[in-house]
Structure formats: C-alpha cells, structure tokens
C-alpha cells in the first residue's frame, strides 16, 4: 500500500488538478507490478496509461529503457515513455491494451478460427524481422556460452533436484553434462541478433486501434545479442498455447523467406535453419522447465505448473528426432516416470 500511494502522489505531481482511479493491470515473474491509470478529466476519460512499479532494491529500470528505446527505433510497437522517476522505481507508459495475443487466440469458448491466428501470427514474425533486422553488436549483453549455460543449469538444480527430489546419479549426471555440450555447440555456431527472450502470446498485444500496428511488445528488458532463432522458438513452441505443428513449420518458413528477403543472416538451406531452431528449442525448454519449477518452490507461484506438460512434449519431440541426443531422450524417460510417480505432470 505504501508504494501504491507514492505512485498516487506521484501522478498528482505530473498531472496536477487532475482526478485519476489507480487499478492492478497485471504482474509477472520477477518483482515488478503494472497499474493501470484511468483519467477523468474531461476529453480523456477513454485515455488509459500504465505505471511501471520497480523497486529499486528488486528490479533496475534502466535496462527496459534501454532495450525500449533500440526497439521504439527499429519500428517495434512498444510502450511510450511519458515519464520517469528511477529513484523511486517508477515509469508511466503509454498503454497497449488489455488483450494478450493468448487472451485474443485462447478465448474460453476454444481457440480462434486458424485464418484470424494466421493473421496474429503474420504481424508478430513481421514485427520481428524488423527487431532482428536493427540488430548491432555492442548495444545488448551478450547471450553468450555462460548464460545459456547458467540457463540450462537450471534443469537438474530445479526441475530435476527440487521438484522431481531426484539425486541424479554420476552417469546421469554424465549424460546431461554431454547433452548440454552438444546443445550449446549448435547454439553458439548460430547468426547472431537481438534477442527480446520472451517473444510469445503472453508477451504481445492486440492492438484494435485504427492505424496502429499489431502486436504490441511488452516484457522485453532482458533483451540479448544471440541465436537468430530463439524468438521463433519462443513464438512457435509457446509454452502457453499450442498449434500443430504443420501451422507452426507454415509459419516458420514464411518467416525463412521474409527473412531472407529482409537480408536478415539465416541459413540458406532450410533444413539447416530448421535444426538450429530445433536445438535451441531444446535450450529453451530445459530452461523453461526449470524456471516454472523455481517460481513455485522458490516463490510460491503455482500458477505455471500446468504448463510444464506442453514444454516437456516440445523437449521430447525434439530429442526424439535427433540421434544425438538420445541419451538425454532415454533420460527423460526415467524422469517422466518419476514424475508420475510423486504426481507431477512431466
């Protein structure tokens, strides 16, 4: 309550005179909160803006700003600033809206019509050839082999250790250990980009404005330099919403071609485009899995649970279709045994 009501004063301190209702927009995974600011002045009673609530001693705003503005000038619909305080740990934004591509696509009557999906699905590679295509090295961190690896860790210390309680043994250990060195190979040999990390339907918004660009960008502060093909991972195997997957290898070739038309650095030869993407969906999946497993045991979210079982049914696919990775295959086996047994759904 106490910094709700700083923000209060501090919206009257940018809007004096002007009488406003402050109301939760939404959350995420770290320690930032979103609230949605309704004006009621006159003329602008429609007009809604978003503060960006940050404590300092949790979360530093200045990455966003950063990664916002190199997205703002490659043509990215993302938040305008309207304001800041940093000290405080506050930004109030423009608003993109209420909708998520995942509210939009999984309604609760069922999914929408495949054409109406195609059409999201068009502006957000769209949307994303131009990010990849403003891509310089040197203006994000890097998603170098310490960092993918630090992601990938977090399979055997959270998934593995603390939700399955699973004391691997020195050959299993052996076999994540080489599995890793063969993932990160493919990876790392990969073209490099801007990486917004979390490119999928909870993360776009639908954007009903005339004259405005779908979808609206959000959650992208974490931003990297890295692999050409994460964000497609990250849209095509959603760990929120699920497509066959003819739609998703129709959708990733139209994104091959643009691409390619855009001079983007992709592989020539589809099949080889199509494997980095592959392997590194088995990076982001064992990541995934171990993040989802941390936010309950560490945070108490329980909310991500359920969608452990799609993300594993991605992993499997994918081990399942290259030799090279069947001991990690056989491996899972053994763990989605486990899991059945102590009542998690692998």
């Known amino acids: ?27 995420d995974a770290s320690f930032r909160r979103y609230f ?22 949790r979360e530093d705003c200045r990455p966003w700003l950063a990664v916002q503005g190199l997205l703002q ?44 999906a195609h059409a999201l699905y068009m502006d957000a590679v769209a949307a994303l050839v131009r990010l990849q295509s403003a891509s310089r090295p040197g203006k994000l961190p890097e998603y170098d082999r310490t960092l993918l690896q630090r992601e990938l ?16 043994t020195d050959a299993q250990r052996e076999v994540v250990s080489q599995a890793f060195e063969r993932i990160l190979a493919v990876n790392l040999a990969e073209p490099q980009v801007f990486v917004h990390r979390d490119y999928h339907s909870r993360n ?46 129709d959708w990733l070739i ?36 171990g993040i989802f497993a941390r936010l309950f045991h560490r945070d108490g979210k329980d909310g991500y649970l359920k969608d452990m079982p799609l993300v594993a049914k991605y992993l499997r696919q994918a081990c399942n279709r290259y030799r090279e990775l069947g001991p990690l295959l056989k491996l899972l086996d053994t763990l989605e045994n486990r899991a059945v047994q102590v009542g998690y759904s692998f």
């Open 36 to 57: 949605r600011v309704q004006y009621d002045r006159a003329g602008t009673a429609s007009r809604t803006h978003v503060v960006m609530d940050a404590p300092p001693e």
């Open 204 to 249: 776009l918004m639908l954007i009903a404005e005339a004259g405005r660009v779908n979808p609206g960008v959000i959650d992208f502060q974490d931003a990297v330099y890295g692999p050409l093909s994460y964000d497609l991972v990250s849209l095509l195997k959603d760990a929120y919403i699920e497509w066959e997957e003819e739609q998703t290898l």
């Open 254 to 289: 139209r994104y091959w071609e643009q691409a390619r038309r855009a001079g983007l650095p992709v592989r020539d030869d589809f099949g080889e485009f199509h494997r980095d993407y592959e392997w590194m969906g088995v990076q982001r999946h064992l990541k995934v899995l």
């Open 153 to 168: 860790d977090l399979f055997p210390d959270w998934y593995v250790a603390k939700h399955l309680d699973v004391r691997l």
């Open 73 to 116: 000038d490659a043509g990215v619909h993302v938040p305008e600033v309207l304001a800041q305080d940093l000290e405080r740990g506050f930004l109030l934004l423009s608003d993109l809206g209420r909708v998520s591509y995942l509210a939009a696509l999984k309604p609760q009557s069922g999914q929408v019509a495949p054409q109406q």
């Open 1 to 27: 309550m106490q910094r709700q009501q700083q923000i209060e004063n501090w919206l009257r301190q940018i809007h004096p005179g002007t009488n406003f209702s402050l109301t939760p927009a939404s959350a």
